[in-house]
């Protein structure tokens, strides 16, 4: 069965560093590759998608995620954040021979440091 | 503005009661899901539906009820039967049933079971 895994439950990061979010998933065939952004008591928004083609996919709000097939990851990266980024962040995979449905990672929550 | 609404934001239940979760959107879309979130984990699916009079059980539906009466509207029902009801509850849409169609989520509803 397709599964979604983030290894971090929490990140600090300092305002203005780089950041790396790791997402590995368990699937065979090439998946379709989802990170979304829930602020806190919200609703969850689309950041980015990877279907095929160019493995560097851009999002919005400066965040971008490379596809790795041969380490089954897709890290999603910013070069620097913002303390509005503070949030928790879902990868979720999406495989035709599971229905059509989504697998959800557990997320992992971003704290941003002054 | 197109988007999803639910109401309420809060809703506190007793024990053996049923309660109604609202979803209305207003994007024109066919395809509405309910997802159910817990500290922790990621987002399990509870019922979709791909158009007006037709839904299907997700991975966790025991305990819940939907209906798909109007294209704009998927009210979910939590039943007493839902033992372990406490949690925020998600809807979201999306054009279509396809990986490809993103999913557009509405700001939540956080059910509390006294």
């Known amino acids: 069965a397709q599964s979604v895994t983030q290894p971090d439950i929490h990140i600090t990061v300092s305002e203005g560093a780089s950041l790396e979010l790791r997402c590995n998933y368990s699937?065979?065939?090439?998946?379709?590759l989802f990170w979304y952004v829930q602020s806190p008591g919200q609703g969850l928004q689309l950041l980015l998608k990877y279907f095929s083609g160019d493995t560097l996919v851009q999002g919005i709000k400066g965040f971008e995620a490379e596809f790795k097939r041969s380490q089954s990851s897709f890290n999603l990266r910013k070069p620097s954040v913002h303390w509005s980024d503070a949030a928790e962040y879902f990868c979720a995979v999406g495989a035709t021979d599971s229905n059509y449905q989504l697998i959800w990672g557990a997320g992992t929550k971003l704290i941003i440091k002054p | 503005d197109g988007g999803i609404t639910q109401s309420p934001k809060y809703l506190f239940r007793k024990e053996g009661q049923n309660v109604t979760l609202s979803c209305e959107q207003n994007l024109n879309h066919d395809a509405m899901y309910w997802y159910r979130q817990d500290p922790g984990q990621g987002l399990r699916l509870i019922y979709y539906?791909?158009?007006?009079?037709?839904?299907q059980k997700g991975d966790i539906a025991e305990g819940y009820s939907v209906s798909r009466e109007k294209k704009e509207s998927f009210p979910l029902t939590v039943t007493s039967a839902q033992k372990n009801p406490t949690a925020f509850y998600l809807c979201a849409s999306s054009t279509d049933r396809l990986l490809t169609d993103t999913q557009y989520f509405g700001p939540g509803t956080r059910l509390t079971v006294l």
């Open positions: 539906s791909q158009i007006v009079n037709d839904f």
């Open positions: 699937y065979g065939a090439t998946p379709y």
